[in-house]
């Protein structure tokens, strides 16, 4: 039986994870939302906590990440740095929050870091636009994270989630936009969705390391929803997820229980009980 990672000794930095990558040690990563799960994680060996802006699908209730607004952003990755001394604490910009222009990309993404605490943030695409957003970010001293392949935020111009850079045409413009956000000085590049190959030659070709979700195993590190690989979101099944629990059986098993008990008198006992 394999034992579990010790939590780690030293925070984790933009320079670890490039160091991770030259030692060939493979990064972890997972998306939070809020303190308590915060809290959880805080005592494992996770290298690095994104505030994804899944936080509007996952946590909101809302139908795609659109809607997610800079302040939702902002008061989830306040309650989840409450909870965070080591793993590096990255927070995605959400849509229409870096867009626009240079500036406001440097504003909002100023606001995340003055109001949250978090070392970086992220944001998606690669085209001459993005990448101009990405030096000037970099170039006040704000670590960017980049996202490639499927792009959440752009899902009306995919037409649905689905696999990006199959293809050679589709291929070489993801490998192109690896290339420029690496040069422009993005310390990390998610993948997503995009074919194992494909994914393992970018991650070979570019020097940032690269986070995969379903993009192979040839990615310099993984991440993953973390209610979905705790399995509390039972209805969401694709292709890459991997479940490690299965924590929406024990969380209805344990509210059947509650209930039972508290309808059949056996809740509180008189131990549960205060005397005078
Ligand atoms: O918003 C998010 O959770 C993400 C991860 C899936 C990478 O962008």
Redesign the pocket.
């Known amino acids: 039986m394999s034992s579990a990672p010790s939590p780690k000794a030293h925070r984790v930095t933009t320079r670890t994870l490039r160091e991770m990558k030259e030692r060939g040690e493979k990064i972890a990563v997972l998306?939070c939302y809020d303190h308590l799960f915060g809290s959880l994680l805080d005592k494992t060996a996770i290298d690095v906590i994104?505030v994804?802006?899944?936080?509007g699908q996952v946590i909101l209730g809302y139908d795609s990440?659109l809607p997610v607004t800079l302040d939702e952003m902002i008061h989830h990755s306040r309650a989840v740095r409450r909870a965070i001394s080591k793993a590096l604490l990255v927070v995605?910009l959400p849509f229409l929050s870096y867009q626009i222009s240079d500036e406001d990309a440097l504003r909002n993404a100023g606001r995340v870091l003055k109001e949250t605490g978090a070392e970086a943030v992220?944001l998606e695409g690669g085209d001459a636009a993005t990448v101009s957003r990405v030096r000037a970010l970099v170039n006040a001293g704000i670590p960017v994270m980049g996202?490639l392949g499927l792009t959440?935020q752009a899902l009306h111009r995919f037409g649905g989630y689905r696999v990006q850079g199959r293809g050679a045409e589709q291929a070489e413009a993801i490998k192109t936009a690896a290339t420029g956000l690496d040069e422009a000085g993005c310390f990390s590049l998610?993948l997503?969705l995009v074919p194992a190959e494909l994914a393992g030659e970018i991650s070979r070709a570019v020097d940032m390391p690269t986070?995969g979700?379903g993009a192979g195993a040839e990615c310099d590190g993984q991440?993953l929803?973390l209610p979905d690989m705790l399995g509390l979101n039972p209805g969401f099944t694709p292709k890459f997820l991997r479940r490690f629990g299965s924590l929406a059986g024990e969380v209805s098993l344990a509210v059947d229980d509650y209930i039972k008990a508290v309808k059949d008198g056996g809740y509180p006992s008189q131990e549960e009980s205060y005397g005078d």
Not at 52 to 55: E, N, T
């Open positions: 998306t994104l994804g802006d899944s936080l990440t995605d992220k996202h959440p998610v997503e986070i979700i991440v929803v």
